[in-house]
């Protein structure tokens, strides 16, 4: 009995046929794999571009019979996606994509970082195709994106360590602004242009934005350093209904609360100001004694982030 | 005809025109402080639940009449009456005391809150019929306390927390010396270990003895001190926490002081203040008075 899908009942032509099909296919992946990297490379519609990445980022290239010895891989598609992105919303100056041909695969730098940070993307192995944006120095992981599930995550915790902590004595503030604003622009236009659910955490400006500490109990001592460290300072924390208030600025406020703004009991901060363009990354850079504060007290204050992916 | 009118009047007896005359009286005073209650009129009612002192205090005459009775006949409607004088009298401390915070735990009574500033201390009780403050002595003595330190550039916990701190610092110099020690410690138990080695002629005994307890004495006084180094980091931070409780205490109390300077400049006007406070605040009421009558 003859059975076309398999070559061992077949004839010798018959053999030779399914072989070129199977090649034909293979190079038919390969022309594929290309136009979606055209795509990718050269696309000026957002939509577009975000199809290729997700399509590349589970792309499998190599068939049976046709391989491709030199290949990128998924993060890879990832990072060309972040940095093709920010370049059509003029932000491309802001990052650097290197090749690194002998083991061929991609990093990025953050142009505001200068030599000091190196990025790439790594599997989050969630069998969703989320993927980790990790320094390559301090092995830091600074946010997870997820093209499939359309969400973004910033790491408070990576966030603080790199740009509180590392790289404050080695940067001005204005770069390691540049840097934050970077990742800022990004999340909001994976927002704007896709739809994303962007959790900005402790980078987020806006005044209802709740900053929740990772104790759920906060002790009054750790607010008793802060009244006395503020009062060094000359900035009086002020008793308030649910908490305490700290007056930064005529147009600055942070709250210190025991509710978070669905009411839920949870402590946490709040930084309000008019204009709405302050975090509370921005006054930890602002103002050494409450990083001194925050740093210190890093166990408790430490502001969470989504615990599903970190 | 009603049959009453018919029969003679009985003779009033002194006994019952007294009882007349007091029924009268009081029905008078209530009736006043009605009025003055519907008029909203403060002074009137303060003079009325206390006529002696306002007659002492306010008009700067002694009282002719004893009225004492006639007060206690709202005694039960105290805890109300404080409630309703208190929305004027707070005010009117919002002026002259702007430090001062006030909740009101139950109708009528008052806690003082010094200051809006993170755990402002419970200062005591505003007394609202008798327009005056009940301060906590306690914390009252500390403020003052402060004043008095801060001629000399001190706070109140300077001292205090200048010890703590040096014990902390000896403490930290027995952690540091561990190394030092454990050399000693090994150096000693050689020069032990020679002593017992050597020959003991009977002539040498006393001094190999002595030698050697010596030796067993500054081993054992080192293992003290290892001892108390092992607890030195606990108890450095408990003293850690004990600093930062008094460093709060002197700032809370130094936002006390400076919030009476900006009003009263020093303590003393501060307290002579308080001491007419009475006066102050029913002149303020007659004021008021005048002030509506000539509008």
Redo the contacts between chains.
Sequence with gaps: MINENDPSTLSTSGRLLSYNDAVKEGLATGQAFTALMDQLINTKDPATLVEAAQELSVFVLDSDYVTFPHQYNAADYYLIFMSRLLELHDQGAAVTLQSHEGDQHLTQQLTALGDLGVFAFRSANDSTGGVYYQDQVTGEVLFYLNLKRQLMRMNSSAITKLFVETYLDKLEDEHILAATDLLIAFGQSLKEDFGFDVDFNLLDTSNSEFYAFTTSDLSGEIVDKLFVAAASENYMLKHAQDGAILELSPEVTMKIVSHNTTGAAAWGILIQDKAQQVSWFKVLLAYPFLRQWYLDNLDDLQIRSDSLVF | MQSNSEEPRQEITPGQAQLDSSITQKINYLETLQRALHDRDDRQIYELIDKTRYDREVKKSRATTQTQELADLVANDHQQLSHYLSQNLIEYLGQTYPFFYYDEVQDGEFDIYF??????RLFGQLDVLNVAFNFDETEYNKLKRTFELSAMNQRYNTDHIAEITSKSAELQKLIDQQDERDHQKDQLRDQLKEVSQKSTLPWDSGKVKEERQSIVDQLSNLADQDEASMNANKQIKEND?QI??L??ED?IL??EKQSIQQTFEDFSHFESHNQSLYTDYLNSLIGRGQVSADD
Excluded: F, I, P
Aim: aromatic share 22%; net charge neutral; glycine share 14%.
């Design positions: 200051g809006n500033w993170w755990d402002r926490e930062l409780g460093s709060k700032t130094n936002y």
